[in-house]
């Protein structure tokens, strides 16, 4: 059994299309397992052949089409609500064939919606370009490297006295396997300050890269509850500072020697540090795992 959802983001409108007419029966989708690439070479002007230069995967375009048997025009309707022109969407798409399950997405904007007039069933046709080309998992895959484990749960029988409520937990440095299809993959991380920070880094041990906001000639201090929320994703590469809930870009900030550090494929091995401060740091790093097909 496979299942689609689409939703309009910016209307927060959504619609299941499956194997049932709910009220569209979904009748085939093309583009979701096939990968398109672009190959670049320059021909050999005195020898057979061509030198590769390089490649580069194309933009996807998923193909829906679907069926509908009745109330054509509040049908139609409905889809062009939901397939607005110019507007973005999420494809989700589920398989379950008993033994196996998987759920995976990705983001679209609407490139057409055709149907046919002349049947009582009549056939729809749905285009979708997805400008990143990689489905990715639901949910995020978290890496603690500083936090507060809480012990305390409601409800609670209290067994002693000066019963522990929370445990911190340090790891300066840590290594994990990254399964992801793509050469390099964006992260999230955020950091949060119990104390002063100056100067918080972050370090890829693999690639020999790092990013650092502040410097000695431009320190940066990070106060009490700041939280600093560095994205290296595809599309986002940015450096934010959240102070008193409001979200300010800091991207002058970040010493010139730093790159927006990205996981490759394999063991990544991350650590923190700082001039000042770093035992003051909660850290996470989340992602969301990349894949080339469904």
Not at 156 to 164: G, M, Q, R, W
């Amino acid at each position: 059994m496979r299942e689609i959802t689409c939703t309009n983001i910016t209307d927060n409108i959504s619609l299941v299309f499956n194997d049932t007419f709910s009220p569209f029966l979904l009748q085939d989708v093309d583009g979701i397992y096939e990968v398109d690439v672009n190959v670049f070479s320059s021909d050999n002007s005195l020898s057979d052949g061509a030198t590769y230069i390089g490649s580069v995967i194309k933009p996807r375009n998923i193909v829906i089409t679907l069926a509908d048997k009745e109330r054509h025009p509040r049908h139609r309707n409905l889809l062009y609500s939901l397939f607005k022109p110019r507007s973005n969407g999420i494809f989700i798409y589920h398989e379950d064939d008993g033994d196996y399950k998987e759920t995976r997405s990705i983001e679209y904007v609407v490139e057409k919606v055709e149907s046919t007039t002349m049947k009582h069933t009549r056939k729809i046709t749905i285009s979708l370009i997805c400008p990143d080309p990689f489905f990715s998992d639901m949910y995020d895959t978290n890496v603690y490297m500083s936090r507060w484990r809480k012990l305390f749960e409601f409800q609670h029988n209290f067994l002693e006295s000066k019963e522990e409520l929370a445990v911190r937990e340090v790891q300066k440095l840590v290594s994990f396997i990254n399964d992801s299809s793509l050469d390099k993959l964006g992260i999230v991380i955020t950091m949060e300050a119990e104390g002063n920070v100056v100067n918080p880094k972050i370090y890829h041990f693999e690639s020999n890269s790092y990013i650092q906001i502040g410097t000695q000639a431009n320190p940066f201090t990070m106060q009490v509850k700041d939280k600093l929320i560095i994205s290296t994703v595809t599309n986002d590469k940015n450096a934010y500072l959240i102070r008193d809930g409001v979200r300010t870009a800091i991207n002058e900030l970040i010493d010139e020697g730093s790159e927006y550090i990205q996981l490759i494929p394999g063991d990544n091995t991350l650590r923190y540090s700082a001039e000042e401060g770093e035992d003051n740091l909660l850290v996470e790093i989340a992602y969301k795992q990349k894949y080339i097909g469904v």
